[in-house]
C-alpha cells in the first residue's frame, strides 16, 4: 500500500515553524531569512523528513541545496540585506534592495532574453525560446513554480517575483502555429518551473493539441521536471495522479515519444521508498526518463557520489544524460567547480560504471553559443590545453568540432578561457552574424 502524504510548503513566512528548525542555531536562521530575499525559497514536507539528515546540517548536501546558505550572496549583498532586516526596514525597501541585487546576479544567462526568443509573423513569442535547431522549449504559465526550489537553480528569476524577467504563456496554439512554420523542429520541452506542478488538467490542456495538430515533425515531447526527488506523490496518491499517467501513456499511443527529464543532483534522492515507486510508474507509461545534474560544489563535488548516483539511475531503469557545470547565474560563486577539475570527477565517475551508465555526457556548460563539453587536458603542440567541443551549437556545424583553450585550472566557464592558438575560438567570429539573424534561425536554451 502507497504511503499517502498531503503536501506543504515552507517558505520565507514559515520556515521557523519546521520542527526540526528549533535545534539549529539563531544565527543560521537568520542567515536562510536574509538570502531568503534574494533568491528563491521554497521547501516541503516531503523533502524536510525524506531526503534531509539533520544530524549533518548545515553541512548536509541535501540540506544546502534547498535551504539558502549565507555564502550564496557575495558579502555586501549579504550585509546590506542583514542591515535592513535587523533595523525593522519596510518590505518595500528590502524587496527594492534585493531587486537590485538580483540584477547584478546575470539573471539571464546565455541569451536566453536577447537572442533565444522566437518570433512568428513578425511577433515575438514570449515564454517560447529556440535556440538550437531540433528543439523549442515551452514555458507553461501555470507551470512557473515548483514543489520546491534546488538553491542553485539557473531560472530563479522565475520564482523571485520580478515579472520582467519571468518567461511564460498560456498560449498552445502560437506554439502549434510557429512548429507548423518549422519542420526542422522535432522535438518540444515544457519546462519552467516545473510543468509537473500542473494539475492533470492543465498539462493535458497543454500536450493533447500537440497531439491532435497535423504536426508530423514532432517526434518527441520531453517534460522537464524535478518532482520525482521532490514530491514523488504526484505519480502514486496525489488525487490525479492516475490522470497524470494516462496522459503519459496517451504520448507513446499517438506515436510520440515521451522523455521525462529528470533531476537528480545527489545519490540519496534515490534512496526513499515513494521515490522508486514513481519512477516504476512512469516508466511503465511507456517514457524514458532521462536523469541530469549540475555538478555542484557543497552538494555533489565528489566522482563517489556520481559512480553511486549513475549506477542508481540505471539500476531502477534510468538512463543518465547530462552533468552539467553550474550556470553563470545567480549563487555560482558558491557552487561552482573549476572546469578542469570537473572533469577530472566526471572521468573518475565515468570509470566506475559499466557501459549502461556511458551515455552520460559532461561535464557539459550551456553557454551563449551552445553545449560546450570539457573534453580534458592535453598537449598540443607543446602547450598545455583544455580540450573542448560542442555537444550543441548555435550553428549544427559547430557540432564535434573540438577546440582549445589555454590551460587554466581556475576557470568556472567558458567565458573565462583564453584560445590557446590564435586570437579567437573559431566560432566567435560567425556568432555576432547569428546574433543579427531573424530570432526563428537562432535557436532554444535546452538545459533539460
Known sequence: MQEFLSYKAYSLGNFRSIPQMEALPEALKFDI???????????????????????????????????????????????????????????????????RIRMLLNPHPAGQVSHNIPTLEGELLDGMQHKYRETVLFFPSQGQTCHAYCSFCFRWPQFVGMSELKFATREVERLIAYLQ?????????????????????????????????????????RVGSKSLSFWPYRYLTDKDSQEVLDLFRKVGAAGKHLAFMAHFNHPRELRPEPVRHAIRAIRETGAVIRTQSPLLAHVNDDPALWAEMWNSQVDLGCVPY??????????????????????????????????????????????????????????????????????????????????????DPQATWLSELEPAFGDSFYFEDSLDQYYHEDLQTAHVEDYE
Open 33 to 99: 531569512e536574509v538570502v531568503g530575499h534574494v533568491l528563491p525559497f521554497k521547501t516541503n514536507n516531503f523533502v524536510i523528513d525524506h531526503l534531509i539528515d539533520w544530524s549533518r546540517v548545515p553541512d548536509d548536501p541535501l540540506f544546502v541545496l534547498t535551504f539558502p546558505q549565507r555564502g550564496m550572496l557575495r558579502p555586501e549583498h549579504y550585509n546590506e540585506i542583514a542591515d535592513l532586516v535587523r533595523g525593522g526596514a519596510e518590505p518595500a525597501a528590502i524587496k527594492s534592495t534585493a531587486n
Open 181 to 221: 512554420a518549422n519542420p526542422q523542429v522535432s522535438d518540444v520541452l515544457f519546462t519552467g518551473g516545473d510543468p509537473m506542478v500542473m494539475s492533470a488538467k492543465n498539462l493535458a490542456a497543454y500536450i493533447e493539441p500537440l497531439l491532435d495538430a497535423d504536426l508530423p515533425s514532432l517526434r518527441h515531447i
Open 322 to 407: 547530462y552533468m552539467f557545470v553550474a550556470r553563470d547565474t545567480g549563487a555560482q560563486d558558491y557552487f561552482a567547480v573549476p572546469l578542469v577539475r570537473a572533469w577530472e570527477i566526471f572521468r573518475e565517475a565515468y570509470q566506475r560504471v559499466s557501459g549502461l551508465g556511458r551515455n552520460v555526457r559532461g561535464p557539459s556548460m550551456s553557454a551563449n553559443p551552445g553545449k560546450v563539453q570539457v573534453l580534458g587536458v592535453s598537449q598540443v603542440a607543446g602547450e598545455k590545453v583544455i580540450v573542448m567541443r560542442f555537444i550543441q551549437g548555435r550553428d549544427p556545424d559547430w557540432v564535434h568540432r573540438p577546440f582549445f583553450a589555454k590551460f
